[in-house]
């Protein structure tokens, strides 16, 4: 038996298609007897349409960021109405899908009344990306007979103030993660993960970086003493 933790890139969960591919590696290890994690990015595109939006609002286009928010509605929406068969499971699903875009179009309005887009601001806007793929793959997983469940990297990763390409308390996120995740994976359940997100010491949102979510895998995998990392990406690695 194997301790892995599992990162999927924004390509791998980027449809449907993708996403059942996702949740059958998963599911193939988890019956082979392995204890898994898994860190998930935002689907694919979405994290700069995010982003887009934010900074077309602080530059005073009040209409493009109100167009992605309809789209990436639509988007998930359809991921869930396609893959989740459970009323209940599509249901919590499809809510916490429209409570995080109310909240992002709550935010390109105010940048829009400001224009202004600070780096705290962006960093909240990025991470809502990742906030709602994690629990529609775990409920996927539930789906197919594995016991998961969606965990925000936010209770997890402890960061400075650099919003944007935050540094990591390591010994604060160290135990955080392994009070929270060791529990779960000792018992059979696989956490996914939010990548490339954290929080500041008082809560704050931060991001890791662009391609942070390799690096939410490789601490996630350090601080639980992982056998391995296995990291898909649709990008050279080294």
Known sequence: MAR???KFGGTSVGSTDALQRATEIVR???RDGHQIAVVTSAMGG???LLIEGAQTASSGNGERYKAITAHLREKHQQAADSL???PDARAAVSENVHRLLDQYEAFCAGMYVLREASDKAIAAVSSLGERICAP???ALLRQTGVASQAVDACTLIV????YLNAGVHWAESEAKARRDLLPLIESGVVPVITGFIGSTRQGVVTTLGRSGSDYTATLIGA???CDEVWIWTDVDGV
């Open 84 to 86: 989740l068969h459970d």
């Open 4 to 6: 892995i933790t599992m």
């Open 28 to 30: 193939q290890h988890v």
């Open 159 to 162: 960061t400075d103030e650099e």
């Open 223 to 225: 601080f639980l003493e």
């Open 136 to 138: 529609l793959l775990a």
């Open 46 to 48: 979405v994290t700069n």
